[in-house]
């Protein structure tokens, strides 16, 4: 059956037609299959592995989902344009030292220092956006440059030297755990998805960025100024990405240079493990803010359960990049899938 | 003699369209055949059917009285059938031997090129094409017009005796082209068969010997010679007579005044001394065969290319437009692209995410705060108007037919209330009744005092619906003319002013 | 006739990076003189030489217009297999060397095979590679590197050839021609810049596109590996974190030296000259003993200042062209 007579028989059984596109949608969503797929993890593992339920792995499980979610987040913002953004560890290694060096030095009160530091981080966003969309060049080789620019500038300044001297608010914060076993970072990081699912739901700009991202010269003709929400989308990148240091501040209660690695490359990995297991397209213009989150949380539900099984903690990095390969794989699927379809 | 081509009673058709329907034609050693017809009619088709990158549904494509299943283009070329695409198939950075020879490089991967052998070889099929040019040059530093002959002689290196040019003369000059045609005329003379294909009827009456006409996917002539025919003959045969003769009345002549006029408007796109109006309640047609610049014009307005020469005036007011969404939010200027998948619609989200793109910017509330239920409310009266048949507001709009999707693609304008619509080719791809009902509405929104600027290529379509006609060529304006509804007055003038060669 | 050289001038690649290394290398002497002393240069020939290896590994995926960001783990796992096949194994170094390209070879050939088997972008792919042969190369060797490096190994790593030269310009000299030579004669390496360049016509002319890939891959991973072991030499022991710290300069060298991201233009003259530039900047802040992490900001910078270059390069040939057509 072709797409038109889909739609040509609709007409007398409206209902029907969409009830079955409903069933076909849920059936065909990352967040369903994810879903079935923690819920298997979590079987297995708790079955199995008598540690696996303790309040306290269920505390740090949670608390790196809400940390690798935000990284996740950051980047998903950038990947709606069809782009990307490598210095998202950068942006957020930077602005957590910002925040740190507020805390420390400068004398900054702490709730000063936080929405500062956000807005440090959408700053470098906004210079990696307005460079991408003026230069024309691809974001790939913008935001690798900026990468090495953003993270060399921290490292001179902060001369490699950590900020311990946190507020204990800070480090409460990363601390903090409801019922015994929530922590609060985890919490945090869902009521950050459910403001951006309302971006991208119940917003104006979210809607053009969705729309700019799966078709730029069509948004554009329709009246979407395109550069300057491919550049609001590389801001919300650089302040997700922030907010993601900022917790990662919480949890160690040091902003440390080294927290994501050399240039910040660490952060690579969930920044797009995440997205892609959730479901966004990396062609743009498609979201899934929740799948982002049910992403992170199965591959920390895994690797937690693989480190209880002693299967050994560098093996998990090997793990994880044939997740990541997995979850392109399933993309790649889907978006044939769509193509079928003729919806693309 | 057998044809060197033949392509015998072709059929094919794509979800919802018949591209092609019992479509022949036949290609003799040594001559040149012009294959004509407007966007639509069917030429892209049958040229991927003969190059093997469709295949037919019905029919079959002889190559010297074989039958040959093409599965893919390099099937095609070992039949011997070489094409010329109309963009350009070059490797930039490499040298024009290079490019002719990019298939004998060596006989296997680790094979060290023989350069000499390579520019020898090279060079002999520059001689035959007359191209004086050293074949070490990279092929970037050649101007179209070479690098066009370039890949002909790639074409040719293949051992081609059959061979497709699509368009090949659409960017070159008066000169450029006579060169292209001698070399042509050339290889018909040694025992090529050539197939041309054109917008620009005066040049298949410079060297084509015979012709085929495609409309709406059928033969509107097989292989017909040319001699005998004269221009207003052929340009019958490709718009075709009317279907019907427009039962509506001439529309009382609108006194408002203009709502966006263009004063010897002149744009980096190529266009020169542009001049019209169009006023509230008054439907414009813009006419010219594909390639008059109607579409650049159109975008032109929206501020997507630059203004070089010119005033534009919204409302009296000479205005600089900057942008297609200056041109919407601030002076009401909407575009119904002719390019729905690409420029259109945004396939990929919902028929809601589609019709309110237009209106999110207005109707959101404080910190651009939208519900999805505001949206509906805006739109849906205009979604209900003009009956778009959708299983759910929900629906993602590539799974809509053609028609649906024209619909959405007019309806997020009215929804945006915009003053002046610029509709560009609003029947491309869409059955009939959506046709006819599309040209209704179009009406209905000039009687409401909407200014339109309708372009088509559709002769009929322009006399059913247009009051005023400016008919343009070569990016420029070429006259203009009062639609009285009289076919073959109209008809006759618009051609008129199409083919009256300019006075240099 | 004038416009030719002009446009000759515009095209060529060294030139500029050749002027701007001579330049820097005048100025840096006369401030300091020490710079230009036997044993500096013998330190900036060593890290010349081996950046050259790691900078043509990445340029041949440029030139068929994709990215390796799996460059650096490939060369790290290398690095580590090398030693422990020399460590544990006892494995003659000839036998070791032969073995650890075959690695890198068939792990950029993994690579290569599922781009072009799935179409998914080598941004992707590479950088589950990367994260893959990272994983493995730790699991392995639980992060310890190996020590039990064989002394003529060692010697090959820091021994001079003559005077200030390094042997380990050898191998980097061999691999710069064979590369050169392979874009300039060989039929695959034109296949693979002619894909980079327009894949449709490419793949119009019946170049067989998949294969190329998983060639220009294999080649890539062969190079990085020969980096990665050249690193063991100069450094004496097989560190896990030997390719870490290739990402940025394996991209700013190709492109200092002229190259297209988009595919279709690589320069190997050109991203010798980068290289030259990156080491004689990264020397030059240690000779004038300012903070080492401002080579990131240069570096940065740097791969800015050449796509800006590269792009205008381009605007202005196509000008030209716009004169003369």
Same mark, same amino acid.
């Given at each position: 059956m072709t797409p038109s007579d889909t739609t040509n028989t609709s007409d007398a059984m409206p209902v029907a037609a969409d009830r079955q596109s409903l069933m076909q949608r849920l059936a065909f969503s990352s967040e369903f299959g994810l879903v079935l797929l923690i819920a298997l993890a979590v079987v297995i593992f708790a079955s199995t592995l008598?540690?696996?339920?303790s309040p306290f792995s269920l505390f740090t499980i949670g608390r790196q989902i809400g940390i690798d979610t935000m990284i996740g987040l950051a980047m998903m913002a950038v990947i709606v344009t069809g782009g990307l953004d490598l210095s998202v560890g950068a942006i957020g290694v930077c602005s957590a030292m910002a925040f740190g060096w507020m805390m420390?030095?400068?004398?900054?009160?702490l709730y000063l220092g936080i929405p500062l530091a956000v807005l440090f981080g959408a700053g470098l966003g906004l210079l990696n956006g307005a460079v991408v969309v003026r230069s024309g060049v691809h974001s790939f080789i913008i935001t690798l440059a900026s990468m090495s620019i953003f993270f060399g500038i921290m490292i001179f300044l902060s001369?490699?030297?950590?900020?311990?001297?946190?507020?204990p608010e800070v480090l409460g914060f990363g601390k903090m755990r409801f019922g015994g076993l929530v922590s609060a970072l985890l919490v945090f990081s869902i009521v950050v998805c459910a403001v951006l699912s309302a971006l991208y739901r119940f917003t104006s700009l979210g809607r053009q960025m969705l729309a700019a991202g799966a078709n730029p010269r069509a948004a554009e003709i329709s009246g979407v100024r395109t550069g300057r929400v491919f550049i609001a989308c590389h801001m919300l990148t650089g302040a997700l990405a922030a907010i993601a240091g900022l917790m990662i501040t919480a949890r160690t209660g040091a902003a440390v240079p080294s927290m994501a690695g050399h240039l910040g490359q660490d952060w690579l990995l969930p920044a797009f493990l995440a997205p892609v297991l959730g479901g966004t397209l990396l062609s743009g213009g498609r979201v899934a803010v929740f799948g982002t989150f049910l992403g992170a949380a199965l591959v920390n539900i895994i690797t937690s359960g693989l480190l209880l099984m002693r299967v050994g903690e560098f093996w998990i990095q090997a793990f994880l990049g044939l997740m990541l390969l997995a979850a392109v794989l399933t993309d790649r699927a889907r978006h044939k899938l769509l193509q079928r379809q003729g919806m693309i | 003699m057998t044809a060197a081509l033949l392509v015998s009673q072709v059929s094919k058709s794509f979800p919802g369209v018949r591209?092609?329907?019992d479509v022949s034609l036949t290609l003799s050693v040594g001559s040149i055949h012009a294959l004509l017809g407007e966007n639509g009619a069917g030429k892209s088709t049958l040229i991927k059917i003969i190059t093997g990158i469709h295949k037919p549904d019905k029919g079959e494509v002889l190559v010297n009285g074989t039958v040959v299943h093409l599965a893919n283009p390099r099937q095609a070329g070992a039949a011997g059938i070489g094409v010329v695409h109309q963009e350009r198939n070059l !490797?930039?950075?490499?040298s024009i031997a290079e490019n002719i020879m990019l298939e004998r490089l060596?006989?296997?991967?680790?094979s060290v090129i023989n350069y000499d052998h390579m520019h020898a070889e090279a060079a002999k099929w520059l001689k035959l094409l007359d191209l004086?040019?050293?074949?070490?040059?990279?092929?970037?530093?050649?101007s179209v017009a070479q690098m066009q002959l370039v890949e002909i002689g790639k074409a040719l290196s293949l051992q081609s005796r059959v061979l497709l040019l699509d368009e090949?003369?659409?960017?070159?000059?008066e000169n450029e082209s006579k060169v292209l045609f001698r070399v042509l005329r050339k290889l018909a003379d040694d025992g090529v068969a050539l197939c041309f294909v054109t917008h620009k009827l005066e040049e298949i009456f410079e060297i084509c010997e015979t012709v085929t006409v495609l409309r709406d996917g059928r033969?509107?002539?097989?292989?017909?010679?040319?001699?005998?025919?004269v221009r207003a003959d052929v340009v019958k045969m490709m718009i075709?007579?009317?279907e019907r003769i427009s039962q509506?009345?001439?529309?009382p002549k609108p006194d408002a005044a203009p709502y966006l006029e263009l004063q010897g408007y002149a744009s980096?796109?190529?266009?020169?001394k542009i001049s019209l109006a169009v006023r509230p309640g008054e439907i414009l047609g813009l006419y010219?065969?594909?390639?008059?610049?109607r579409s650049e014009l159109a975008k032109g307005i929206l501020g997507m290319t630059r203004r070089t020469a010119g005033e534009v005036l919204v409302a009296g007011q000479p205005t600089n437009i900057g942008s297609a969404a200056d041109a919407l939010h601030r002076h009401g200027i909407g575009y119904v692209s002719e390019d729905r998948k690409q420029e259109?619609? !945004?396939?990929?989200?919902s028929v809601l995410g589609n019709v309110g793109i237009t209106v999110w910017r207005k109707i959101?509330?404080?910190?651009g705060f939208l519900r999805d239920q505001t949206v509906i409310d805006h739109t849906s009266p205009v979604l209900r108007q003009l009956e778009v048949?959708?299983?759910? !507001?929900?629906? !993602?709009?590539?799974?809509?037919s053609g028609g649906n999707q024209q619909k959405v693609s007019v309806a997020k304008w009215i929804a945006a209330d915009v003053k002046l619509l610029i509709i560009d080719e609003?029947?491309?791809?869409?059955?009939i009744k959506t046709k006819a009902y599309l040209h209704d509405l179009i009406h209905e929104l000039a009687a409401q005092g909407t200014a339109v600027l309708l372009i088509t290529s559709d002769m009929p379509e322009m006399l059913d619906v247009a009051d005023r006609i400016v008919v343009m060529a070569g990016f420029e304006v070429r006259g203009e003319v009062e639609n009285d509804r009289n076919y073959e007055r109209v008809s006759r003038v618009i051609m008129g002013y199409i083919h009256e060669r300019k006075a240099a | 006739m004038a416009n030719n050289v002009l446009t000759r001038a515009f095209d060529n690649d060294w030139i500029g990076p050749a002027l701007v290394s001579v330049f820097a290398i005048a100025i840096i002497s006369f401030f300091q003189?020490? *710079?230009?002393?036997p044993f500096n240069i013998f330190v900036l020939l060593s890290a010349i030489a081996v950046n050259m290896l790691v900078a043509l590994g990445q340029l041949v995926i440029i030139g068929v217009g994709q990215m390796n960001l799996a460059l650096g783990s490939i060369g790290g796992l290398v690095a580590i297999s090398f030693g422990a096949m020399m460590?544990?194994?006892? *494995?003659p170094p000839v036998v070791a060397i032969v073995c650890g390209l075959l690695i890198g070879a068939a792990a950029g050939m993994a690579s290569g095979f599922v781009i072009a088997g799935t179409g998914i972008s080598a941004f992707i792919i590479t950088l589950a590679g990367l994260q893959i042969f990272k994983g493995i190369n730790l699991g392995i060797t639980e992060a310890q590197p190996f020590y039990g490096i064989p002394q003529g190994v060692k010697d090959f790593g820091?021994?001079?050839?003559?005077?200030?030269?390094?042997?380990?310009v050898v191998p980097t000299i061999i691999a710069s021609i064979a590369v050169w030579y392979l874009f300039a004669r060989l039929r695959i390496g034109r296949y693979i810049v002619a894909i980079g360049g327009n894949r449709n016509a490419a793949e119009l002319s019946g170049i067989n596109v998949n294969a190329t890939v998983i060639w220009a891959h294999a080649i890539s991973g062969l190079l990085a590996a020969a980096a990665g072991m050249m690193l063991v030499a100069r450094l004496q022991l097989g560190h896990?974190?030997?390719?870490?710290?290739w990402l940025i300069s394996s991209f700013a060298a190709p492109v200092i030296g002229g190259a297209i991201l988009a595919g279709g233009h690589v320069s190997v003259p050109g991203t010798f000259f980068g290289v030259v530039i990156i080491a004689i900047i990264t020397q030059a802040l240690v000779v004038f003993a300012?903070?080492? *992490?401002?080579v990131q900001i240069v570096l940065g910078g740097l791969i800015l200042w050449a796509v800006g270059i590269n792009r205008l390069r381009e605007v202005r040939v196509s000008k030209l062209l716009g004169q003369k057509a």
């Open positions: 008598p540690g696996f339920t420390e030095s400068a004398g900054i009160p001369q490699a030297q950590a900020f311990r001297a946190m507020p | 591209a092609l329907d !490797i930039p950075r490499f060596g006989q296997h991967d680790l004086d040019v050293d074949c070490r040059m990279p092929v970037s530093r050649l090949p003369t659409a960017s070159l000059t033969n509107a002539c097989e292989s017909q010679p040319l001699k005998g025919l075709g007579r009317a509506r009345a001439p529309r980096a796109a190529g266009h020169s010219g065969l594909v390639g008059a610049g259109g619609l !945004i396939l990929l989200h959101a509330a404080s910190f048949k959708t299983p759910s !507001i929900h629906q !993602i709009m590539g799974n809509l609003p029947s491309v791809g869409i059955d | 003189p020490s *710079f230009l002393t460590e544990l194994w006892g *494995f820091n021994l001079s050839l003559i005077g200030p030269i390094p042997w380990l896990p974190t030997i390719g870490d710290d300012i903070d080492p *992490f401002v």
